[in-house]
């Protein structure tokens, strides 16, 4: 499975972008999908988490209310909506494939089989 994540770039504190992962393969629409973040310096942390069938999400707290995930499974590709952004959200996002479709400890990025490159997200304050 090759994962390739796009959208991101500069936007302005109290912006939106959406951000996209397209993936190759049969795999997609049978696994669960996630988004991580990392920051300069700082650890890679979660921040959503989607089901293999959309029906189920997770959100960390930081986002949660103003961040959406989805997917479209009939065009392999996930997405990530991210609405009133802050300059803490600056970092490069990472799309990944879950081994499970089930949400099973979506927060642990150990869960993830597959990743793509990442999409630099920028926020002026």
């Known amino acids: 499975v090759q994962l390739q994540a796009y959208g991101g770039g500069l936007v302005q504190a109290g912006g939106s972008l959406r951000l996209s992962c397209a993936a190759s393969g049969r795999i997609f629409s049978d696994r669960a999908m996630g988004w991580f973040r990392q920051a300069p310096g700082k650890e890679r942390e979660f921040v959503a988490a989607i089901s293999r069938s959309g029906a189920a999400t997770r959100y960390a707290e930081s986002v949660m209310g103003r961040f959406t995930i989805s997917r479209d499974n009939a065009k392999n590709t996930a997405f990530l909506q991210m609405n009133n952004l802050k300059p803490e959200d600056a970092a490069i996002y990472y799309c990944?494939?879950?081994?499970?479709?089930?949400?099973?400890?979506?927060?642990?990025?150990?869960?993830?089989?597959?990743w793509g490159q990442g999409t630099l997200v920028t926020v002026s304050s």
């Open positions: 990944a494939v879950h081994s499970m479709g089930l949400l099973l400890r979506p927060f642990n990025d150990g869960e993830y089989k597959f």
